[in-house]
């Protein structure tokens, strides 16, 4: 069996973390666009923070059902996250079940 349905989630990774808040925020704006009414359960983005020494690096992950804004901010197909590895970005905190 191929691992290959997994990948089926987007991320891209914004660098340093200081200067991931303006990406951050266009992604946001883009997401409540698109659902003005609120998000269904399984549409969300979240974020992780990686510490190397002293460089945070933050990577944003889509969930499949917000595909099209993840490869409209040049997100590439990935596995799902860590749950415990990622913070709610905007979205339905289900979309990681």
Do not use: K
């Amino acid at each position: 069996m191929s691992a290959e349905p997994q990948l089926r989630w987007r991320c891209r990774s914004l660098g340093d973390g200081l200067l991931a808040s303006v990406p951050l925020n266009e992604i946001c704006l883009a997401f409540d666009e698109l659902h003005p009414a609120g998000a269904p359960s399984d549409a969300a983005v979240f974020m992780r923070h990686r510490l190397d020494g002293l460089q945070c690096e933050v990577t944003v992950f889509f969930s499949p059902a917000v595909d099209e804004l993840g490869r409209r901010f040049g997100a590439h197909l990935c596995y799902p996250p860590e749950p415990e590895a990622v913070e709610l970005v905007v979205g339905s905190a289900t979309a990681l079940r």
